[in-house]
């Protein structure tokens, strides 16, 4: 088991950029396949990005494809997401996820996913 902890979200500005951080805890890092989900008012989570153990291979919602780029750093035991070009869709409460895996999979549905962060609330708006 690994604890997730998010950070990053605030209000902005449409048009802006946010980056947030996910940060584990209690296992090795680099054993977990990471992704980025989001969840608006009223409306189910949704897919945002997908990251493999190495981070050699990644993944995006066609929503925010060519905007938004997840990395990781396992030295750091962290997770970003960096989010640009911010649209007031994007509004949402943002969770960080992780999966112990052997694998270099990319994993993308919500149910691939045992461990969750609290989120962090990022709101695009004049």
């Known amino acids: 088991q690994v604890q997730l902890v998010e950070s990053g979200g605030e209000l902005v500005q449409p048009g802006g950029s946010l980056r947030l951080s996910c940060v584990g805890s209690g296992r090795p890092f680099s054993d977990y396949a990471i992704g980025w989900f989001r969840q608006a008012p009223g409306k189910e989570r949704e897919f945002v990005a997908a990251?493999?153990?190495?981070?050699?291979?990644?993944e995006y919602a066609a929503s925010v494809r060519r905007r938004f780029t997840i990395s990781r750093d396992n030295a750091k035991n962290t997770a970003y997401l960096q989010m640009n070009t911010l649209k007031p869709e994007d509004t949402a409460a943002y969770f960080c996820a992780a999966r112990l895996t052997v694998t270099g999979a990319l994993l993308l549905s919500e149910n691939d996913y045992p461990n969750w962060g609290q989120g962090t609330q990022v709101t695009v708006s004049s």
């Open positions: 990251i493999s153990r190495a981070g050699t291979r990644t």
